[in-house]
């Protein structure tokens, strides 16, 4: 809809400013906030100030053909693409799951018309898989395998089914999982809007989540909560222990949750190891990939996930991401083996995409 000249998403009636500009006609330069997530914010600018100019779309972010030649500018060989303005809406039409449902396949849709699902083995836009009713996901999950998909995109948060929200990690859910297992495609968990405003609006009161409006105490209450407590049902609810063979990839996520999270399942464990069928942190780091931020302290995280459990990503072209994307390999622990490194840097990932070496 049209504010004020200039174009806005509405939702079942409701105005959503959770992206300002949703038609990324400009936007701000890639890598414009390095600097800020290196050194922080001394000065205290605004997050205006710290986009810098922007810049007009540039026209090979709009096609998988038009990006395939700038992917070789950058050095990469290959990329998974993640639908951003997906991220809004689950939870918007969480009241209404058929709803949800039938709008995120036409998201579908449009990903494989304009994309595709693997282009050219080097590109792999990752569909979105809603989990309310459980028959329409495998539904969903086999549309998307027929079309050769590499890897799927489920947000971090409870499911909204027809009798309320419902953790992932429950036995209802399993016919969907032994699907996913079965196929072994990679399980893309990218940051999102995971319903966890509803955690500031009890102490501000109502308001919808905005990245792009700083708010230090939303900031701090929501910080690594979605992703934690996903993990944390997947674990405790058996769904790892269940599916071994689950592979789970968190994407823009960081890594600074991953060290709280083992401790806490170290710690429930020696007190109540009769709820687990086998050690949590064991399950945990058999069945999940994590994808730090360059700025993370990547040396604990290599002690406690390994090599080979990491993966490289910079959140290009954003601001919040690396402007150099094969950059990230400067901040790698100068203790890593060049194989280890390798793995970082792409192999893991090759691997879980099932892409030959």
């Not at 730090?292 to 390994?306: N, R, T």
Request: hydrophobic letters at 40%; glycine letters at 8%; a negative charge.
């Amino acid at each position: 809809m049209q504010v004020n000249g200039r174009t806005k998403i509405a939702i079942n009636g409701k105005l959503s400013e959770y992206i300002p500009n949703p038609t990324f006609e400009v936007v701000a330069p890639p890598g414009a906030q390095e600097e800020f997530y290196r050194s922080g914010n001394p000065d205290g600018k605004s997050l205006r100030e710290i986009f810098g100019t922007p810049i007009p779309c540039p026209e090979w972010a709009r096609t998988a053909e038009a990006r395939l030649p700038h992917l070789d500018e950058l050095g990469l060989d290959g990329a998974l693409m993640f639908p951003t303005l997906a991220s809004l809406i689950e939870e918007r039409m969480r009241d209404d799951p058929d709803l949800t449902h039938a709008v995120i396949h036409s998201l579908n849709e449009w990903i494989h018309d304009e994309w595709t699902f693997d282009y050219q083995n080097r590109i792999f836009a990752t569909p979105i898989i809603t989990l309310p009713i459980v028959e329409k996901a495998i539904a969903e999950l086999e549309w998307c395998l027929d079309r050769g998909v590499r890897c799927i995109l489920i947000r971090p948060a409870p499911a909204w089914g027809l009798r309320g929200p419902r953790s992932p990690g429950l036995p209802e859910f399993d016919p969907f999982w032994a699907r996913v297992q079965e196929a072994g495609v990679l399980v893309g968990m990218h940051s999102s809007d995971s319903g966890y405003a509803n955690l500031v609006s009890i102490w501000e009161g109502p308001t919808e989540f905005l990245p792009f409006q700083p708010n230090p105490f939303r900031s701090l209450v929501m910080a690594n909560r979605a992703i934690t407590d996903m993990m944390n049902a997947m674990v405790c609810h058996g769904a790892f222990s269940r599916f071994p063979d689950l592979r789970i990839a968190t994407i823009e996520n960081g890594g600074t949750w991953v060290r709280p999270l083992v401790d806490g399942l170290e710690s429930i464990y020696k007190k109540m190891p009769q709820e687990f069928g086998e050690h949590p942190v064991e399950a945990f780091r058999r069945n999940v990939y994590v994808n730090p931020f360059w700025e993370d302290a990547l040396e604990g995280l290599v002690d406690i996930m390994g090599p080979e459990r990491l993966l490289f990503g910079s959140d290009y072209p954003h601001p919040e991401g690396l402007g150099n994307p094969v950059s990230f390999v400067d901040d790698l622990p100068e203790s890593l083996s060049p194989k280890d490194t390798a793995r970082i840097m792409g192999g893991n990932l090759r691997e879980l995409l099932h892409l030959e070496s």
